[in-house]
């Protein structure tokens, strides 16, 4: 099993990033996806979540609204729309199988204020 996350970056508070996972070794169709993010000194926090057939997303309440989620299972890729970015969503951001074990090296998000 492997994810190779892309896309972050520095950007303006307000701005906006798209993510991108790539998925391998397990049948991506089957699997229901997450988005995680670890801010320094923080626990791995859950950001969005997608069905199977990306047809149910679930968001917390801290980035509902602003973040949306999406996959192509075709492409084996998930991705992670993220507008109106605020600096308190400067982590690294991974993605996973919804409670898989193996994680990436994840891309850093820094928004600055």
């Known amino acids: 099993v492997q994810f190779v996350e892309s896309g972050g970056g520095l950007v303006q508070a307000g701005g906006s990033l798209r993510l991108s996972c790539k998925a391998s070794g397990f049948t991506f169709s089957r699997a229901a996806m997450t988005w995680y993010r670890q801010a320094p000194g923080k626990e791995r926090e859950l950001v969005a979540s997608?069905?199977?057939?990306?047809?149910?997303?679930d968001f917390p309440d801290s980035v509902k609204g602003r973040f949306t989620i999406s996959r192509d299972n075709a492409e084996r890729t998930m991705y992670l729309l993220m507008n109106n970015l605020k600096p308190e969503d400067t982590a690294v951001y991974y993605c996973?199988?919804?409670?898989?074990?193996?994680w990436g090296q994840g891309t850093q998000v820094t928004v600055s204020s």
């Open positions: 997608i069905s199977r057939l990306g047809d149910l997303t």
């Open positions: 996973n199988q919804l409670g898989g074990s193996s």
